[in-house]
DNA sequence: GTGAAAGCGCTAACAC
DNA sequence: GTGTTAGCGCTTTCAC
């Protein structure tokens, strides 16, 4: 059995009696100036019919798609899964889905050539991107994008000036890692040890800038880096920096290094926060709870993910972004950690 | 500055001096027959006009999108942030992205209309769900979807018989459950309170037939329904529950819930394991780590997803899925907790 | 080995 | 108020 083709404009229009272009404006909603029987006749036979539109023959006549590509320049395969990026991709796939538009996900490898995905990326009317890697080879990615000629929208990306029909949202990182800098000098601790993802991510950049200013007098700062996707490694790193030395906080750069530090020490017989305190961020609720509670800095991730949504449909309601950038507040969040 | 339209076939043709016909071979790579000479003159005026195919009127043309259609059906904004299905989606978008296919990942109210979204999904090759909900409605689903005439997959369905052009993926809940509950069988326990969401789903009842199975002599086996997400609501219930009586285990349908129980378990001034056991279900690393370490259930969520996309594309390739059902072995993890 | 031409299904300007 | 028609950019058959 060969499933009956498709009913067309055409096949609606014959049997409605009128002409394609009548049906074509009842699709649409243009009723202006069209007699109520007429409209009432189609309407009919499209829900007779079963008819929908062909949605790729409607882009091909308007150039319009309404899609949204995410594109995620990272080298790992699990970057979807991260707590952070998971929440952002919810509340921007949520919000795209309530006005009519699809969210096309598409993973790009730092190390893969462009050229396949800026051909994927062709059928999207925007595209958001989230990228960690070095800055430079972060503008050569927004460069290329632009080159499409679409409006780009990036996360959590510090760039100045920032380019034509380009928006960044992203979140107050830095006064996030301010108020847990504060805190820690408050306490009157001044040997801290941060620990951050291998790959350079603007945002953490932002967490360390916000510490410094926070501490001040900046006693010992000491950086470790981590490779986060591999626990395995991450433990090991911890373990050979605390057996070097054990400071007096930890800074992670988000709840998930918080509690690796935190099983860290208690492998060396400290407790958190009677010997070391650990500070996170991010705190979502993917993220498991911790013992003790995290202090730590609650992130919007889901609300950044739902406000680059109206911001990308009304850019393309309206032809331009009304803001080239938006920035979401942090909330802290007093535990027991720190 | 008006930006340049972009090349099509025809700007080439002119420029390498060929027909359309010929670009258009050259482009997909079909050079059968075709002059070395001509071949690289197309290739030079591509490259140096930065042609890129127009993807709507191919597809117009050929019906073919390369794109596959994620639709979950949920009444959480937040779906996608659940810890199996983020790694599900990241599993299927990576091993999409890999073999040139795109994600279009979309969200189904349970209670919104269909036909926006049935229009919606119009343009991609094939469809894969996301079901929570009572099982007639997610039949109705199936049935309606199917009316599309694409091919269907559905992960973690118990559905028998699977319908014709349909596949379900899915991990052996049940054989986890089962594990589980001879665990505790084991252990000579026989009060067990089953800690599940309320929203009623496929997975859910087949870990639960999985410890029926294991317990053998189900002594006494209760039931709590919480309302999932949301955390409060969720602790509410179990302080209430344990008030009135506390089991001699938890079985919790995933991590997240088994933290939550040791939580509320705490609070009562039980522990565990000394005074209650608790296990999970799941196991990710995006789930953080609880304290005392979970037995639980290894999920293999992000092969699920992989393993789903591979399925896709040869359904796509070859007329056919190969397989009607792909079931997964999960993994017995033992932990501390019970 | 290459080209001409039909047509995928739709929208919108224009004619009646 | 409704219909005619010209493409949008591409693939593919068939003719040369």
Redesign the pocket.
């Known amino acids: 059995m060969t499933r009956a083709?498709?009913p067309?404009?055409?096949t609606v229009a014959r049997a409605a009696g009128?002409?394609?272009?009548?049906v074509?404006r009842v699709?649409?909603g243009h009723y202006h100036?069209?007699?109520a029987?007429?409209r009432a006749r189609v309407e009919a036979a499209v829900d007779r019919l079963g008819y929908f539109?062909?949605r790729a023959?409607?882009s091909?006549?308007?150039s319009r798609h309404h899609r949204i590509a995410l594109i995620a320049v990272d080298s790992s395969p699990e970057f979807l899964a991260d707590p952070f990026t998971t929440y952002v991709v919810a509340g921007l796939s949520n919000a795209l889905s309530e006005q009519d538009y699809g969210l096309l996900v598409q993973r790009l490898n730092r190390r893969a050539p462009l050229d396949m995905l800026l051909m994927r990326a062709q059928d999207a009317d925007a595209i958001t991107l989230f990228m960690s890697g070095p800055q430079d080879e972060r503008l050569v990615l927004i460069t290329r994008f632009r080159e499409l000629g679409l409006p780009l929208l990036v996360f959590q990306e510090t760039l100045a000036p920032i380019p034509d029909d380009v928006c960044v949202v992203r979140q107050d990182d830095r006064a996030g890692g301010r108020w847990l800098g504060e805190r820690i000098r408050g306490l009157g601790l001044s040997d801290v040890l941060a620990v951050v993802p291998e790959l350079a991510w603007p945002a953490i950049e932002a967490r360390l800038a916000g510490l410094r200013d926070g501490l001040d007098e900046p006693g010992s700062l000491t950086i470790l880096k981590v490779a986060e996707t591999d626990m395995q490694a991450v433990s090991t790193a911890l373990d050979r920096q605390l057996a070097a030395h054990v400071p007096e906080a930890i800074f992670a750069s988000n709840d998930q290094l918080a509690a690796q530090s935190i099983g860290a020490l208690a492998r060396i017989g400290r407790e958190v926060p009677a010997d070391v305190r650990v500070s996170g961020f991010n705190c979502l609720p993917i993220t498991g709870t911790v013992h003790p509670p995290l202090t730590t800095i609650r992130s919007p991730a889901f609300a950044l993910g739902t406000r680059a949504a109206d911001l990308l449909v009304r850019r393309l309601a309206e032809g331009r972004f009304e803001t080239k950038e938006l920035v979401l507040p942090v909330e802290p969040q007093a535990g027991q950690s720190l």
């Not at 009128?18 to 009548?22: F, R």
Request: hydrophobic share 40%.
């Open positions: 083709r498709a067309t404009l055409h009128v002409s394609t272009a009548i074509s699709v649409n100036g069209m007699s029987a007429t539109p062909n023959a409607r091909l006549r308007t």
